[in-house]
């Protein structure tokens, strides 16, 4: 199996596990979702709900943080994951949320799919769509070795890898304000400019290797060097980690981003463009 899959081939694998994971966004002023709802009025044929908003660290002040790996191993058990279960991944929002949740699941070791198009894509090509909530026997999934890497605060103060920002340009220069009060505006001195919808065809789709690969490069990434990418809070970073992932690089990624960089005093943040 692929990394990122077609419909075709999904609605052709009954023994793949199919997870949905659209996730709230946790932005100040964003749309109020509730993707739980949201699965169960519609949902890919067979998929079962990841529940990606309650797939995070409680304890920590920061929004949508890493969860302990005991607790994702728990839940794909909850889903009826095997050790060695085929899982897909898909979600319905504009942020492409199923790569944050593929980010998170490697983290326990798993090597999930990503279905080209999401929801989004399926719907418009009439595939099978249920409704309900999912029910499923418990799994046995037993943790592996990690896949993904993460980077804390004080790793990234002394970072000399590549760093790539996945928010909108206006954010990364600071003429747009954050939306959280109390987090400064710019950016990470020394990072790059990548807004994540730059990886995407007009109907969703991920672009060709060839088409990623020029996306990072123009930004002033070199993929033969180690990166590790940022955002607000996390989410949208695991895109340019999927996309890095895509074309044979490991990035890492900064789970706390720009949420805790930019409301740190003794932190550095840089104006205008890369």
Same mark, same amino acid.
């Given at each position: 199996?692929?990394?990122?899959?077609?419909?075709?081939?999904?609605?052709?694998?009954?023994?793949?596990?199919?997870?949905?994971?659209?996730?709230?966004?946790?932005?100040?002023?964003?749309?109020?979702?509730?993707?739980?709802?949201?699965?169960?009025?519609?949902?890919?044929?067979?998929?079962?709900?990841?529940?990606?908003?309650?797939?995070?660290?409680?304890?920590?002040?920061?929004?949508?943080?890493?969860?302990?790996?005991?607790?994702?191993?728990?839940?794909?058990?909850?889903?009826?994951?095997?050790?060695?279960?085929?899982?897909?991944?898909?979600?319905? !929002?504009?942020? @492409?949320? &199923?790569?944050?949740?593929?980010?998170? /699941? *490697?983290? =326990?070791?798993?090597? $999930?799919?990503? #279905? %080209?198009?999401?929801?989004?894509?399926?719907?418009?090509?009439?595939?099978?769509?249920? !409704?309900?909530? @999912?029910? &499923?026997?418990?799994?046995?999934?037993? /943790? *592996?070795? =990690?896949?993904?890497? $993460?980077?804390? #605060? %004080?790793?990234?103060?002394?970072?000399?890898?590549?760093?790539?920002?996945?928010?909108?340009?206006?954010?990364?220069?600071?003429?747009?304000?954050?939306?959280?009060?109390?987090? =400064?505006?710019?950016?990470?001195?020394?990072?790059?400019?990548?807004?994540?919808?730059?990886?995407?065809?007009?109907?969703?789709?991920?672009?060709?290797?060839?088409?990623?690969?020029?996306?990072?490069?123009?930004?002033?990434?070199?993929?033969?060097?180690?990166?590790?990418?940022?955002?607000?809070?996390?989410?949208?970073?695991?895109?340019?980690?999927?996309?890095?992932?895509?074309?044979?690089?490991?990035?890492?990624?900064?789970?706390?981003?720009?949420?805790?960089?930019?409301?740190?005093?003794?932190?550095?943040?840089?104006?205008?463009?890369?």
């Amino acid at each position: 199996m692929d990394e990122l899959v077609t419909t075709e081939w999904l609605e052709a694998a009954p023994h793949a596990l199919v997870l949905d994971a659209t996730y709230t966004s946790t932005i100040p002023g964003s749309p109020t979702r509730n993707p739980r709802a949201e699965f169960e009025a519609e949902h890919i044929a067979g998929a079962r709900f990841l529940d990606l908003d309650s797939l995070i660290d409680e304890t920590s002040p920061l929004p949508s943080t890493m969860p302990r790996v005991a607790k994702i191993a728990e839940r794909l058990r909850e889903l009826g994951a095997d050790t060695e279960t085929q899982i897909v991944l898909y979600d319905n !929002s504009p942020h @492409h949320t &199923a790569c944050r949740a593929w980010w998170v /699941l *490697r983290l =326990a070791g798993v090597d $999930a799919a990503l #279905l %080209d198009g999401g929801m989004a894509k399926w719907k418009a090509e009439g595939r099978p769509i249920e !409704s309900g909530p @999912h029910r &499923a026997a418990p799994g046995n999934f037993e /943790l *592996r070795a =990690a896949k993904s890497q $993460a980077r804390t #605060l %004080d790793a990234m103060k002394t970072t000399r890898e590549q760093i790539a920002d996945a928010r909108s340009a206006a954010r990364f220069t600071g003429e747009e304000a954050d939306p959280r009060g109390d987090v =400064a505006a710019g950016h990470i001195p020394g990072s790059k400019n990548i807004p994540y919808p730059r990886f995407f065809n007009p109907d969703g789709t991920w672009k060709q290797p060839e088409d990623i690969r020029a996306v990072f490069e123009t930004s002033g990434i070199d993929l033969a060097r180690p990166l590790v990418t940022t955002c607000g809070s996390g989410i949208t970073a695991a895109i340019l980690a999927f996309g890095a992932h895509l074309l044979g690089n490991e990035a890492a990624l900064y789970d706390g981003s720009w949420t805790e960089w930019g409301s740190r005093p003794e932190t550095a943040k840089a104006l205008g463009p890369a």
